[in-house]
T-cell receptor
Framework: NAGVMQNPRHLVRRRGQEARLRCSPM?????VYWYRQLPEEGLKFMVY????????ESGMPKERFSAEFPKEGPSILRIQQVVRGDSAAYFC??????????????FGSGTQLSVL | DAKTTQPPSMDCAEGRAANLPCNHS???????VYWYRQIHSQGPQYIIH???NNETNEMASLIITEDRKSSTLILPHATLRDTAVYYC?????????????FGKGTRLHILP
């Protein structure tokens, strides 16, 4: 059973470009969480999705950032018109039923986004 | 979810038991104690969780005080690979607010 898969592992973008980060949850998991970790800082919650629905996006910036988790395919975190401050590690996690049901999270290896 | 307090850093000699404390004095009756760790540049990894009884698995042991206001994560024979940031999180198993919030954690250095 493969773990949470994130790609790409490293992504380099120039200011103003778009960044697309992909996350395939573990098999059988329908809940996906995205976290951001700035250099030398802690993990910050961004968004929680359940298949085709955004459940909680309270941690996601209102502009330029969007997330989706379609019925088929991976979850996508999209950052439009990237700026240098978006440079960070982005981690995706999944769980079978949502952590409100006392489930633990399984994390991917992350995508390191570097904005030049 | 209840707030937790952890020391910012700790050292432990390789081969010794690493004991990581966590205070959660405002914990309520239906809240669980979870531990995760993050090894440098990797995604966080679940370690263990418990409600009021002590728990043990292949990675660690979790000791929760009788009043549940504090707990200790024990890595019985620490290795260099246990160097990581350890996060203690308290949350309700029935919380509709599903996200897990990570604090600053404890940076554990295993010394050779």
């Amino acid at each position: 059973n493969a773990g949470v898969m994130q790609n790409p592992r490293h992504l380099v973008r120039r200011r103003g470009q778009e960044a697309r980060l992909r996350c395939s949850p573990m098999k059988g998991h329908s809940h996906v969480y995205w976290y951001r970790q700035l250099p030398e800082e802690g993990l910050k919650f961004m968004v929680y999705l359940q298949k085709e629905n955004i459940i909680d996006e309270s941690g996601m910036p209102k502009e330029r950032f969007s997330a989706e988790f379609p019925k088929e395919g991976p979850s996508i975190l999209r950052i439009q018109q990237v700026v240098r401050g978006d440079s960070a590690a982005y981690f995706c996690a999944s769980s079978p039923r949502g952590t409100g049901n006392n489930e633990k999270l399984f994390f991917g290896s992350g995508t390191q986004l570097s904005v030049l | 979810d209840a707030k937790t307090t952890q020391p910012p850093s700790m050292d432990c000699a390789e081969g010794r038991a690493a004991n990581l404390p966590c205070n959660h004095s405002t914990i309520s009756g239906n809240e669980y104690v979870y531990w995760y760790r993050q090894i440098h540049s990797q995604g966080p990894q679940y370690i263990i969780h418990g409600l009021k009884n002590n728990e043990t698995n292949e990675m660690a042991s979790l000791i929760i005080t009788e009043d549940r206001k504090s707990s200790t994560l024990i890595l019985p024979h620490a290795t260099l690979r246990d160097t990581a940031v350890y996060y203690c999180i308290v949350r309700s198993g029935m919380n509709r607010d599903d996200k897990i919030i990570f604090g600053k954690g404890t940076r554990l250095h295993i010394l050779p």
